[in-house]
């Protein structure tokens, strides 16, 4: 079993930054790999950026390229997206998740969910 929980959610101004951070509890004994996705109203959730177990990002998307960046700190359990010149656009719930396994990429089915952290950005 593999508990998730995000923090690091706010509102802010179009530029500004955020740094969320997602805690992971796994209990099978293992490191799993872990995504961050969002979801905006309205919207289908959608992939943000994956990092597999031994903190190398393996997929990043388009649209949050070269302003987002996933970073994995092993010794704490914690799995962060810093989210720089933030838009309107990004404002969505942000969501960590856990895949078994030690590798994963955006498309791939994922176990184990957290219940999420708002993000709104203001223009």
């Known amino acids: 079993q593999v508990q998730l929980v995000e923090s690091g959610g706010g509102s802010v101004q179009a530029g500004g930054t955020l740094r969320l951070a997602c805690d992971i509890s796994?209990?099978?004994?293992?490191?799993?790999?872990i995504g961050w996705f969002r979801q905006a109203p309205g919207k289908e959730r959608e992939g943000v950026a994956t990092?597999?177990?031994?903190?190398?990002?393996?997929s990043t998307a388009a649209p949050v390229k070269g302003r987002f960046f996933i970073t994995r700190d092993n010794a704490r359990d914690t799995v962060f997206l810093q989210m720089n010149n933030l838009k309107p656009e990004d404002t969505a719930m942000y969501y960590c998740?856990?895949?078994?396994?030690?590798?994963?990429?955006?498309?791939?089915?994922?176990?184990?969910w957290g219940q999420g952290t708002q993000v709104t950005v203001s223009s």
């Open positions: 998740a856990a895949r078994e396994g030690s590798d994963c990429r955006l498309f791939d089915e994922f176990n184990y």
């Open positions: 990092i597999n177990a031994f903190g190398v990002p393996t």
């Open positions: 796994d209990y099978t004994g293992r490191r799993n790999c």
